[in-house]
């Protein structure tokens, strides 16, 4: 049972355009989402996290959104760099317990 | 410096050896994780360690054992090697928990079974 989705596998956006990465997932007891970048041979890094009492947070070009009614999560990445090309994962954990991580979305921004 | 390094970063070995890998974190962080990524590239929590106490342990075969001798470290034994041990395990640690703090990851341990 995969409690958290990552519908798209892949993604690809001209630079200087918006990238849109989407989550979704079941477990409404999740208070917190986290989004990490892989680059190929190296282990995740973070991004950006939400508390499930926000709806929005911003870093730089980062914002991610939630939408707690929708269990829905999305990062918007303005404007994309080539450099932001790598698999993404978002991850939910609920009360402290373990991060569960969704199955990546691979996103190439085109120079 | 390093936050979380984990080694080796490549482990090549034959069905029915017993091996293991090594975690370190030098961020004082009290809670470390092991994670396997499977070739469906799915990261899958396998422990959680607070403090050198087990506190998460998924369905992972007893022939996985994890160690932590002190809170900076989490060392993964694995006995009796099969070729669907074959993935990358990520070493991780955070803060308290996940409890609204991110994961610092290492590097990754891609492990062959051969």
């Known amino acids: 049972d995969q409690q958290v989705k990552q519908n798209s596998p892949s993604l690809s956006v001209q630079e200087g355009r918006i990238s849109i990465l989407n989550c979704d997932y079941t477990?409404?007891?999740?208070?917190?989402f986290l989004w990490y970048k892989k680059y190929p041979a190296e282990g995740p890094t973070f991004l950006i996290s939400?508390?499930?009492?926000?709806d929005k947070n911003e870093d730089g070009r980062f914002t991610v959104f939630l939408n707690k009614s929708a269990k829905h999560l999305s990062l918007h990445i303005v404007p994309s760099q080539p450099g932001d090309s790598a698999v993404y994962f978002c991850?939910?954990?609920?009360?402290?317990?373990?991060?569960?991580f969704g199955t990546g979305t691979r996103l190439k921004v085109l120079a | 410096d390093t936050a979380v390094s984990q080694t080796p970063k490549y482990l090549v070995t034959q069905m029915g050896n017993d091996k293991s890998i090594k975690c370190e974190q030098n961020?004082?962080?009290?809670?470390m994780y092991w994670y396997k990524q499977d070739s469906k590239k799915f990261l899958k929590i396998m422990f959680s360690?607070?403090?050198?106490?087990?506190?998460i342990n998924e369905t992972v075969p007893n022939r996985f054992s994890p160690k932590s001798p002190d809170k900076a470290h989490l060392n993964l034994h694995i006995n009796s090697l099969e070729l669907g041990d074959s993935a990358v395990y990520f070493c991780?640690?955070?803060?308290?928990?996940?409890?609204?703090?991110?994961?610092?990851f290492g590097q990754g341990t891609r492990l062959t079974v051969v």
């Open positions: 961020l004082g962080h009290d809670t």
């Open positions: 939400i508390s499930s009492i926000k």
């Open positions: 991850a939910a954990s609920v009360e402290g317990d373990k991060y569960i």
């Open positions: 991780a640690s955070s803060l308290y928990g996940t409890g609204g703090t991110e994961a610092f």
């Open positions: 477990n409404s007891m999740f208070d917190y």
């Open positions: 360690y607070n403090n050198k106490e087990l506190i």
